[in-house]
């Protein structure tokens, strides 16, 4: 197999990652602002919310993301609620990832020093402020090591977006695939492309982890 | 609205479900031992090689997994059906992790244990069968146990190979009505309603053999 026709292939699976990487980024956007209001959810005094996040949790963790994803794009049309498939996708995998990240979200905030609140209230500063500004921000830092991970997981949970069309990478090797018969090579290809991705990120988060730790935050 | 109307026709693709589960755990949970031996191997090249392998795992989807094997290896003539497909692609993907798995079991029997085995000069099998792995169970269990119900869930990426499990089920059925988001949402239901009694029967063999081995090897 000549290299160059290897090289051309490759190229041609670059818009599909390019894809899957912005299938990413929306379904972050989605997802982590939700999975911070699920974390505060699970935390709220107010028994009726924590227990109903609790519930949407746990529904969400323990129904599969490809089934959440037909949910979204076959279902949701059913209820005048019409997302085109890429969208439907970052809905579906937002609302998983959010689902996931909840519990290392939550645990993040209260691993923030509790005389950060009460200092924070001393300064009299609002409710708001304490926790958007002085809470939320340190509990960040603790956990992008953890999400950090999830973004990875979720990164390579786009490919279940193939099962609703949508042109990302898994997609895309298919379908060149179908072109040349050369399913093992060009699918194959799709998968190192997938690992050299996600191996590297996984490493670093870890090491930023083992940083962390030795550092102390 | 109605998601019992679907039960029935979703209840067909159960079986399928839990036997591609429960096979490719069987699958990981018999090639994770030379991993996870491999991965504490006192040799560097091994320890690298299990290591490697559990990155890979890790690092490419499951569907891709599927995809190479079931499309992939047509191109050498060779041709799995779906269900085995997606029973290898699974057991290769479990194994990975149930390695880590077995390695953190391990890793939780105190140094003491196998120190006390050996000055009373047990042989090496012995003090594995009766004092090391005994020991390594009772945090091999909950884990492997939470790991068996992701794999249920995992198991649903099958369906885009032709699996017919319950989600297959589901999108075919949802292509003859027009009752799809209630077909998705009975769908779900259905793998969280195996997931609970799944997860009782696991807490309960997991409290089992912490009563049966944890009494005798208390610390």
Redesign the interface.
Known sequence: MPADTWVAWLGDLMPGLLLSLQLTGVLLVIGLPLGTLFAVGLKSPVRVIKYVTVAVVE?AR???????L??VY??????EISLDAFLSAALALGVSFAAYSSAAIRSGIDAVHPGQREAARALGLQRGDEFFRVVLPQAMKIVTPPLLGWAIIYF??T??A??IAVPEL?SR??TL?TQN?????I??M??VV??AI??PA?LFANSLAHRRGRVGT | MNLLTYLPSLASGIATTLALTALSFAVGAVIALPVAMARSSRFRGLRLLAGGYI??V????P???L??LF??????QIRLNSFTAAVIGLGIISAGYIAEIYRAGFNAVPPGQREAASALSLSSRTTFGTVVAPQALITVLPLAIAYFIGLL?????A??IGVQDI?TI??SL?KRS????????A??AV??LI?IPVAILGSWIGDRVAQKWGARHAR
């Open positions: 529904v323990g129904i599969p993301a490809l089934v959440l037909y949910i076959f279902g949701l049309p059913q209820v390579q949970a490919s279940l193939f099962a898994l090797a298919y695939a018969f050369q399913y093992f090579t699918l194959a799709a998968a997938y690992a996600s191996i996984s | 990155e890979l890790r690092g490419i989807p569907i891709a997994w995809f190479v499309f992939g290896l047509n191109q050498f869930k995992d198991s649903a990426v369906s885009v989600t589901a999108v949802s027009l009752d799809s988001l209630t077909i998705f949402l769908a779900g793998y969280l997931s």
